[in-house]
């Protein structure tokens, strides 16, 4: 069992990031007359300073006691990016629950562990303990960890819309490639291999990829972005489609025809094909999630495709001789 660390109190990215630039130039060596009465100056100019580095100093001390990567990363890693995002994670959310959660993100199957699941083709809808609502769509897996001192979402597979209750506190939710922080927003937030997308509603969210250094990047209502764990591209309007799963729809707005069947290839099991012949054939229109044999039988009626069942599990979109 990991040992219970103090909650974390309320400490924005920024001021993590500048007290964990001060503990590792302390730990590099002992700092200059000039250094000294920098470190004094930033420490005594506002209180969340303090705080922030009275907290630091409790985490940096129990950090020692753990054995996750994620610990170990911030202990023993060169005075790196890598190190400085550990050490301001877990200056964020706290040693023992960022901790814990590295040991989850290095299990070789952690959807199978999950808190909560989702099955392929179903779509779930829990409702957490400060009455923000989260709903997973198909083939999706969470992490929920609510403790009194903080609130956090780990996003390990799919995909979720989560409807914030609490405008006070903040809502930590993280995926492979960031984190994000959330007062009372309503946002989709889907994980792909290599990248992650957020989509904001209502409210507003603060972004911080994995191994970026610098201020976090503030995600407005009716935005969306792809983020990596270095870099964010720039924020666009909401696609057509987005968030429409949770009514039970597909929306495709001059959609490629293969990107189409991609996105209804999640809702069924086996293989769903596209001919390269009709990948680049155009697709618009609404399509109910939950008959999905419905919406092939349409494609042949609106395109010049047939679908060929080769069996139940593999099926492939054709051109129409």
Same mark, same amino acid.
């Given at each position: 069992?990991?040992?219970?660390? +103090?909650?974390?109190?309320?400490?924005?990215?920024?001021?993590?990031?500048? =007290?964990?630039?001060?503990? /590792?130039?302390?730990?590099?060596?002992p700092?200059?007359?000039?250094?000294?009465?920098?470190?004094q100056q930033?420490h005594?100019?506002?209180?969340?300073?303090?705080?922030?580095?009275e907290?630091?100093?409790?985490?940096?001390q129990?950090l020692r006691?753990?054995?996750?990567?994620?610990?170990?990363a =911030?202990? @023993?890693?060169?005075?790196?990016?890598?190190r400085?995002?550990?050490?301001?994670?877990? /200056?964020?959310?706290?040693?023992?629950?960022?901790a814990?959660w590295?040991?989850?993100?290095h @299990?070789?199957?952690? +959807?199978?562990m999950?808190?909560?699941?989702s099955?392929?083709?179903?779509?779930?809808?829990?409702?957490?303990?400060?009455?923000s609502?989260?709903?997973?769509?198909?083939?999706?897996?969470?992490? *929920?960890r609510?403790d009194?001192?903080q609130?956090l979402?780990?996003?390990?597979?799919?995909?979720? /819309?989560?409807t914030?209750?609490?405008?006070?506190?903040?809502?930590?939710?993280?995926? =492979?490639?960031?984190?994000?922080?959330?007062q009372?927003?309503?946002?989709?937030?889907?994980?792909?291999?290599?990248?992650?997308?957020?989509a904001v509603?209502?409210g507003? *969210?603060?972004?911080?990829?994995w191994?970026?250094?610098?201020?976090?990047?503030? *995600?407005?209502?009716?935005?969306q972005v792809?983020?990596?764990?270095?870099?964010?591209?720039?924020?666009?309007?909401l696609?057509?489609?987005?968030g429409?799963?949770?009514e039970?729809?597909? *929306?495709?707005?001059?959609m490629?025809?293969?990107?189409f069947l991609?996105?209804?290839?999640r809702?069924?099991?086996?293989?769903?094909?596209?001919?390269?012949?009709?990948a680049?054939?155009l697709?618009?229109?609404?399509?109910?999630?939950?008959?999905?044999?419905?919406?092939l039988?349409?494609?042949?009626?609106? /395109?010049?495709?047939?679908?060929?069942?080769?069996?139940?599990?593999?099926?492939?979109?054709?051109?129409?001789?």
């Amino acid at each position: 069992m990991q040992p219970n660390l +103090p909650g974390p109190p309320e400490i924005g990215a920024q001021v993590a990031d500048q =007290a964990v630039h001060w503990l /590792l130039e302390m730990q590099a060596g002992p700092l200059s007359p000039r250094q000294q009465r920098a470190w004094q100056q930033w420490h005594d100019a506002h209180s969340e300073h303090q705080r922030a580095w009275e907290h630091i100093q409790r985490v940096n001390q129990r950090l020692r006691g753990l054995s996750s990567p994620l610990a170990h990363a =911030a202990l @023993n890693a060169p005075k790196s990016s890598g190190r400085r995002q550990a050490l301001k994670l877990l /200056l964020i959310l706290g040693a023992g629950s960022a901790a814990a959660w590295g040991l989850r993100e290095h @299990n070789p199957l952690p +959807p199978l562990m999950a808190d909560y699941r989702s099955p392929v083709g179903q779509r779930r809808t829990l409702q957490l303990e400060d009455g923000s609502q989260l709903q997973l769509n198909t083939d999706s897996a969470v992490d *929920v960890r609510f403790d009194g001192q903080q609130r956090l979402i780990r996003l390990l597979a799919g995909e979720i /819309l989560l409807t914030g209750a609490n405008r006070q506190q903040a809502l930590w939710v993280h995926t =492979a490639e960031g984190v994000l922080r959330a007062q009372g927003a309503r946002l989709n937030l889907r994980q792909f291999k290599q990248r992650s997308q957020l989509a904001v509603f209502e409210g507003s *969210v603060s972004l911080t990829p994995w191994d970026y250094v610098g201020l976090p990047l503030r *995600v407005e209502k009716a935005r969306q972005v792809d983020f990596t764990s270095n870099a964010w591209d720039t924020p666009r309007p909401l696609d057509a489609g987005s968030g429409a799963w949770s009514e039970g729809m597909l *929306v495709a707005a001059h959609m490629r025809l293969a990107d189409f069947l991609d996105e209804l290839g999640r809702y069924r099991r086996g293989q769903l094909n596209c001919d390269p012949r009709v990948a680049d054939l155009l697709i618009s229109g609404s399509y109910p999630l939950d008959d999905s044999e419905r919406i092939l039988d349409l494609l042949e009626i609106s /395109l010049p495709v047939k679908v060929r069942r080769f069996t139940r599990y593999w099926v492939t979109v054709e051109a129409r001789a």
